[in-house]
C-alpha cells in the first residue's frame, strides 16, 4: 500500500481512479464523523463531505507536501472546517435544515453553542478523528492481508480484551497460536501505520 505522500502525487493525475478511490475509502469517514460532530445533520455532512473532496481534487495539483509548512492532516482540516461552516451558513437562524427528531436529541446543536460560524475549532475533534480513522484504515488494509482466523485471533484477544485461554478454547487452538496471530498482525499494523507518514501515528500501542 503506497505511503501518504507517494497517494498525493498520483492524485494529482485526475485520471488515476484507483488511487481516488483508495482516497476517498480512507477520508471520507473521518470528514464524515467530524461533519458530525460539528452539528450537521446526516444529509448536511453528505454534502460536506462531496464539496471538501471536489476541493481537495481541484487544489491537489498545486499542494506541496511539504510538513515543515503545512502538512497534509492540516491542509484537509482547512479545507473540510471551510465546507463545515459553509453548511452552518446555509441554515436560517435557530432553523436546521433536513433535521429529525432524532438528531436533535443526538447532538448538540453547533449554531446554537457558536453563534459566528467563523469561531468553529475543530482542531481537538478532527485530532482525535484523525487517530481513530487512522487505526481503522490501517486495521481494514492488514485484515487483506492475513487470513481470516488470524484476524478473529487478533480480534478477539486484542481489540475485545478476551483472555488468551478463552480465544483458544472458542477457536479450539493452542494457547501459542494465540501470541503468535497477535505478534504478526500487530506487526503488520504498526507498518501500515507507519506507511500513513509522519503526523499521523495513533498513541494506541497494540
Keep these: 500500500m503506497a505511503t501518504r505522500a507517494s497517494l498525493l502525487a498520483r492524485l494529482k493525475d485526475w485520471g488515476d481512479q484507483g ?5 476517498f475509502d480512507s477520508y471520507w469517514p ?4 467530524v461533519a458530525l460532530k460539528s452539528g450537521l445533520t446526516e444529509t448536511e455532512a453528505q454534502d460536506a463531505v462531496q464539496e471538501t473532496l471536489l476541493a481537495v481534487a481541484k487544489n491537489i495539483k498545486t499542494f506541496d507536501y511539504d510538513r515543515a509548512r503545512c502538512s497534509f492532516k492540516s491542509w484537509l482540516m482547512l479545507i473540510a472546517r471551510q465546507r463545515i461552516i459553509w453548511q452552518l451558513r446555509k441554515r ?33 475533534v478532527w485530532e482525535e478523528e484523525w487517530q481513530k480513522n487512522l487505526m481503522s484504515v490501517a486495521l481494514e488494509r492488514v485484515k487483506r492481508r492475513v487470513s481470516p482466523r488470524q484476524f478473529q485471533i487478533f480480534d478477539l484477544y486484542v481489540q475485545q480484551g478476551w483472555p488468551p485461554r478463552d480465544v483458544a478454547k472458542t477457536l479450539r487452538i493452542n494457547v501459542a497460536q494465540v501470541y503468535l496471530a497477535k505478534h504478526r498482525v500487530s506487526l503488520l499494523l504498526r507498518k501500515e501505520v507507519k506507511k500513513a507518514g509522519p503526523g499521523g501515528a495513533p498513541q494506541r500501542r497494540v
Design 19 to 23: 488511487s481516488w478511490q483508495d482516497f
Design 30 to 33: 473521518l470528514i464524515y464523523r
Design 92 to 124: 436560517l437562524p435557530g432553523e436546521r435544515q433536513g433535521a429529525t427528531k432524532a438528531e436533535n436529541t443526538s447532538r448538540t446543536d453547533t449554531v446554537e453553542r457558536i453563534p459566528d460560524p467563523n469561531a468553529l475549532e475543530l482542531a481537538e
